[in-house]
């Protein structure tokens, strides 16, 4: 009787297992399936003021997030928050090139900070999956002691 018992139960298991394995449905936030929230950050300007504009940038939680971060200066600026890279899922980074917009490279995997060459974008796709406030948006030492710093709100 207990062997019995025990082989229903295993059956019971198998089946059930089987059967949602072959139903796949798709939550109602898969992420795959999401269009980008697009996002503009300019890195100084064509006056050479250093700075990030706007200077705080705010993302929603679960949702794909495309940041485009221009640079309008004549040098190349820095892009760096350990609280961003450490709050959200980088799907990949994208080089784009300056005349035609078309990629020249994608990056996959963690991003801390990404150099972004004058009169050029890089586009950061990622999902953010912690909520937090950071004020430890910054660029090279120089141009953050210059006023080049800022903050992100994840909600």
């Not at 697009?38 to 890195?43: A, D, N």
């Not at 679960?62 to 221009?70: A, K, P, Y």
């Not at 890279?85 to 963690?110: C, M, N, Q």
């Amino acid at each position: 009787m207990k062997r019995s018992l025990i082989v229903a139960c295993s059956t019971l298991v198998t089946g059930l297992l089987l059967n949602s394995a072959s139903d796949v449905a798709y939550a109602a936030g898969d992420l795959t399936k999401q269009e980008p929230v697009h996002f503009t950050v300019e890195l100084s300007n064509q006056a050479g003021e250093k700075k990030f504009s706007p200077s705080t940038l705010q993302f929603e939680t679960g949702t794909l997030t495309v940041l485009n971060i221009h640079n309008k200066g004549e040098k190349s600026y820095y892009f760096g928050s350990n609280g961003l890279a450490d709050s959200v899922y980088t799907r990949k980074v994208v080089v784009l090139g300056s005349a035609s917009e078309t990629p020249l490279a994608e990056i996959y995997g963690p991003v801390r900070r990404v150099e972004v060459y004058p009169g050029q974008t890089v586009q950061w796709w990622f999902v953010p999956i912690r909520t937090g406030n950071f004020n430890d948006l910054v660029s090279r030492q120089s141009e953050t002691e210059a006023g080049m710093k800022g903050t992100v709100k994840i909600n």
